[in-house]
């Protein structure tokens, strides 16, 4: 349990004329609050087997947070909520998958009717799916598959202020491999597909009405090649794709695609505690299929990560 108290004076005002000191004065005392937090978190883990093992954990919290001010409209409570249940397995040797299920659950109430068109209640569902998986020692491969569900639900929809209850769905998919030719020469490839849903939703029906629809396709290669234990030298490839659907009668119509594509160089050097300096440049071609986006440009970036 925490709890805050703000109060709020201003300062250096013995200048200002008395009107003005204490219109300054109540614009500040507005300001006053009291804010008090309850939390309760629970965490489990058991290692079911030598290569099994299970974790649960679930927190929730309640803030009541109240102002003194008849002007000020901010009282509210808000209650939030989250489980998490995880498997893992390891199998000891060269594969790890872990699964997880997070629940989320944050509603907002408003305690004046001033701000009541805002009370809402956001729900997450995401299921995640990683693994490591290293089947000779020159391949690294890393993969995740995520499902994600968001519906947010306003307890007051107002048409006219297009305050509307509204879902999000997504679907990714992202794989990360490394393969090594030798000590020296290696390849690296990122691959991500992002597929997600918008649209208006309706709870008490559990109905929904899809209103845009996107697929995003990104890919990075590079061959790279250690010139020093240092020095590092990669050249590469990268592009994305995003084709953008509308719905039209709950038909789903290809509106357009945008595609971003170019060639990419590298130079890293590491030094002292796994620091780095990191040059890339890159040249990238911007198109779109109904010509409202076409551009070619040139690009230089300089990173420089010190670990003290």
């Known amino acids: ?141 890393k993969n995740s598959l995520q499902v994600l569900a968001n519906y947010t639900v306003y307890k007051f929809e107002d048409i006219i202020s297009k305050v509307q209850s509204f879902s999000f769905r997504q679907l990714t998919v992202a794989d990360t491999t490394n393969y090594y030719f030798s000590r020296d020469l290696f390849f690296d490839f990122f691959g991500v597909m992002k597929i997600y849903e918008q649209g208006a939703y309706n709870e008490k029906n559990f109905s929904e009405k899809p209103l845009a629809y996107f697929d995003d396709r990104k890919l990075n290669a590079f061959l790279g090649y250690k010139l020093t234990e240092n020095l590092i030298f990669s050249m590469g490839f990268a592009h994305f794709i995003q084709r953008q659907y509308i719905y039209d009668s709950g038909i789903k119509l290809l509106r357009r695609t945008i595609s971003n594509y170019g060639p990419i ?32 440009s040139e690009s230089l970036f300089i990173n420089i990560l010190w670990n003290i």
């Open 1 to 141: 349990y925490s709890e805050r108290v703000e109060q709020h004076n201003p300062i250096d005002i013995s200048e200002f004329p008395s009107s003005v000191i204490r219109e300054l004065e109540r614009m500040e005392k507005d300001k006053d609050n009291n804010s008090r937090n309850t939390s309760l978190v629970i965490e489990a883990n058991a290692n079911l087997t030598n290569t099994h093992s299970f974790r649960f954990s679930g927190s929730s919290s309640i803030l009541k947070y109240d102002t003194d001010s008849k002007e000020n409209f901010d009282d509210r409570d808000e209650l939030n909520s989250i489980i998490n249940i995880s498997h893992k397995y390891n199998n000891l040797r060269n594969f790890i998958l872990e699964t997880t299920f997070e629940y989320n659950e944050a509603t907002l109430s408003y305690l004046f009717k001033e701000k009541s068109s805002n009370n809402n209640t956001n729900k997450i569902y995401r299921l995640t799916s990683r693994s490591v998986f290293s089947p000779v020692n020159s391949l690294l491969t």
């Open 265 to 296: 160089g590298k130079i890293q050097y590491y030094f002292k505690n796994n620091s780095r300096i990191e040059v890339i440049g890159s040249k990238d071609f911007l198109e779109s299929s109904d010509n409202t986006l076409i551009n070619k």
